[in-house]
């Protein structure tokens, strides 16, 4: 398989997309992040398509573009891919951990619903943010406390999301890097350090939801559907 000018022409204008756009907490340009997550897909196995979706992931999630002007650059499949990568509730969450777990277990629930071709690209997308946010563990444990969300919910998260995308891409090594990535965070010691003594870094990660719960007094109920596109850009994102 080779490339053709319109992956070229997708690589420049995520380049225009996320120029000013940085790393969540860090000094690294964004598009980093794009680049890496368009280099898993190919690795995976994805096609044209798809490799440009990954470039494009969150230009209607983190750089105000739409189905319609994704879809007229680069056609209706491309532009499909990237609707279904996108988490429309990320910026209404920031900083509220019941708003936050709300809208990340929606996104979970939408995963059933979603072709293979899509998910793909979310495997690689999220891959990419697990091993980051563990390399960066190892080197800052304080870097936790600058995330959007904190220590326990992304590993809850990150776990839930290697979970789903197993039963879909059981082959997928986006999938397997995704898990090795969890395990890895599992065993950092400052997440070691939130356990009983004698427990299970798995079962307490799991247990995230129940303590939510207990903590807010209820069960965090669930949104309503929205319609519509979210169309934000900030200067920062966590992808």
């Not at 997308?125 to 800052?140: I, T, V």
């Not at 870097?143 to 998260?157: F, I, T």
């Not at 070691?192 to 303590?211: C, K, N, S, V």
């Given at each position: 398989?080779?490339?053709s000018?319109?992956?070229?022409?997708?690589?420049?204008?995520?380049?225009?997309?996320?120029?000013?756009?940085?790393?969540?907490?860090?000094?690294?340009?964004?598009?980093?992040?794009?680049?890496?997550?368009?280099?898993?897909?190919?690795?995976?196995?994805?096609?044209?398509?798809q490799?440009?979706a990954?470039?494009?992931?969150d230009?209607?999630?983190?750089a105000?573009q739409?189905?319609?002007?994704?879809?007229?650059?680069?056609?209706?499949a491309v532009a499909?891919?990237?609707?279904?990568c996108t988490?429309?509730g990320?910026?209404?969450?920031?900083?509220?951990?019941?708003?936050?777990f709300?809208?990340?277990?929606?996104?979970?629930?939408?995963?059933?619903?979603?072709?293979?071709a899509?998910?793909?690209?979310?495997?690689?997308?999220k891959?990419?943010?697990?091993?980051?946010?563990?390399?960066d563990g190892?080197?800052?444990p304080?870097?936790?406390?600058?995330?959007r969300?904190?220590?326990?919910?992304?590993?809850?998260y990150?776990?839930?999301?290697?979970?789903?995308?197993?039963q879909?891409?059981?082959?997928?090594?986006?999938?397997e890097?995704?898990?090795?990535?969890?395990?890895?965070?599992?065993?950092?010691?400052?997440?070691?350090?939130?356990?009983l003594p004698?427990?299970?870094?798995?079962?307490?990660?799991?247990?995230?939801?129940q303590?939510?719960t207990t903590?807010?007094?209820?069960?965090?109920?669930?949104?309503?559907?929205?319609a519509?596109?979210?169309?934000?850009?900030p200067?920062?994102?966590?992808?």
């Amino acid at each position: 398989m080779t490339t053709s000018p319109r992956y070229a022409a997708a690589l420049g204008w995520a380049e225009q997309l996320h120029r000013d756009q940085l790393r969540e907490g860090k000094n690294v340009p964004y598009l980093s992040h794009v680049i890496a997550v368009s280099s898993l897909v190919w690795e995976d196995g994805g096609n044209e398509d798809q490799a440009i979706a990954g470039l494009l992931h969150d230009a209607i999630e983190d750089a105000g573009q739409s189905h319609a002007s994704i879809a007229h650059r680069f056609g209706a499949a491309v532009a499909d891919i990237v609707l279904d990568c996108t988490d429309p509730g990320k910026q209404e969450a920031d900083g509220n951990p019941d708003a936050w777990f709300r809208w990340k277990h929606r996104y979970l629930a939408s995963l059933a619903h979603k072709p293979d071709a899509s998910l793909l690209v979310t495997a690689a997308d999220k891959a990419h943010n697990a091993w980051d946010r563990l390399l960066d563990g190892h080197r800052d444990p304080t870097c936790w406390q600058r995330a959007r969300a904190g220590l326990e919910p992304s590993v809850w998260y990150f776990q839930r999301l290697e979970h789903e995308l197993k039963q879909r891409l059981p082959d997928s090594r986006s999938v397997e890097r995704l898990g090795r990535a969890v395990e890895g965070i599992l065993a950092l010691p400052e997440f070691l350090g939130l356990l009983l003594p004698g427990g299970d870094p798995m079962d307490w990660a799991l247990a995230y939801e129940q303590r939510l719960t207990t903590l807010v007094g209820t069960a965090p109920s669930h949104p309503q559907e929205h319609a519509g596109e979210a169309a934000m850009a900030p200067t920062a994102s966590s992808g």
